[in-house]
Every structure is written in C-alpha cells, then in structure tokens.
C-alpha cells in the first residue's frame, strides 16, 4: 500500500537549518506528484513545496521561496526539503503526501491539499530560540 513517512524534524534556533526526507513506497515514485504541506497550531494546513520525479521539477510557495528548496532522489524513493534560514513562524507539523493523479506534475497539481490523497503522520519543526 502507499506509505509515505517523515523525518528530520527537530528543535533548531532562528537562522538555523534542517533538512526533511519523506521516503515512499508503494508507487511509483516518478509518476505522481509528492507535496510538502505544514500545519501550525490554530491555523489551516498549508502547501510549502512540491516535486515531480518524471522532470525532476519543483515549485515552493512565496512564503519559503529563496529559504526551502525541495529535491528528490528517485532511486531512494525519498523526497527532501531543505530548510535554510528559519524563522519563528516556520513552526509547525510538516506533511508530506502525493496524490491518484497518474503523471500530473506539480505545475499543474499545484499545493492545493484536495488534490493529496495520500499522507504521512507528520515530523515537528520547531523554531526558537
């Protein structure tokens, strides 16, 4: 069955960095979009970064461009974000998931959470001094 799950997250200082893997199984890796989504307490979860592995292609949100770059080893099955200059307000539960769209990429999937169907239980990220 689809199985995606999280690690890496951890409590780490402002300015700091860490990096996120989401290794997968179950499908096939290259075919189907993988979202990276975050969740603050009180607030709705929202899309952070997406990858395809057919094109190697990626989008971020504005809110983590130029700090979080996503990338993806198609061999391991394993999706990464990397999280440079960390703010306060980047804590949160991160999530990442995929979806039943067959060869869709992330260009036209987008970081809408409707379109994931798939998802993993989430690794805490933590910013504070």
């Known amino acids: 069955q689809v199985q995606l799950v999280e690690s890496g997250g951890g409590l780490v200082q402002p300015g700091g960095s860490l990096r996120l893997a989401c290794q997968t199984s179950?499908?096939?890796?290259?075919?189907?979009?993988i979202g990276w989504f975050r969740q603050a307490p009180g607030k709705e979860r929202e899309g952070v970064s997406c990858?395809?592995?057919?094109?190697?292609?990626?989008i971020n949100s504005d809110s983590v461009k130029e700090r979080f770059t996503v990338s993806g080893d198609n061999a391991r099955k394993t999706v990464y974000l990397q999280m440079n200059n960390l703010k306060p307000e980047d804590t949160a539960v991160y999530y990442c998931?995929?979806?039943?769209?067959?060869?869709?990429?992330?260009?036209?999937?987008?970081?809408?959470?409707?379109?994931?169907?798939?998802w993993g239980q989430g690794t805490q990220v933590t910013v504070s001094s």
């Open positions: 998931a995929t979806t039943t769209y067959y060869g869709l990429g992330c260009g036209i999937i987008g970081l809408n959470t409707a379109r994931f169907a798939y």
């Open positions: 179950g499908f096939s890796f290259e075919d189907y979009a």
């Open positions: 990858f395809t592995g057919r094109d190697v292609s990626a």
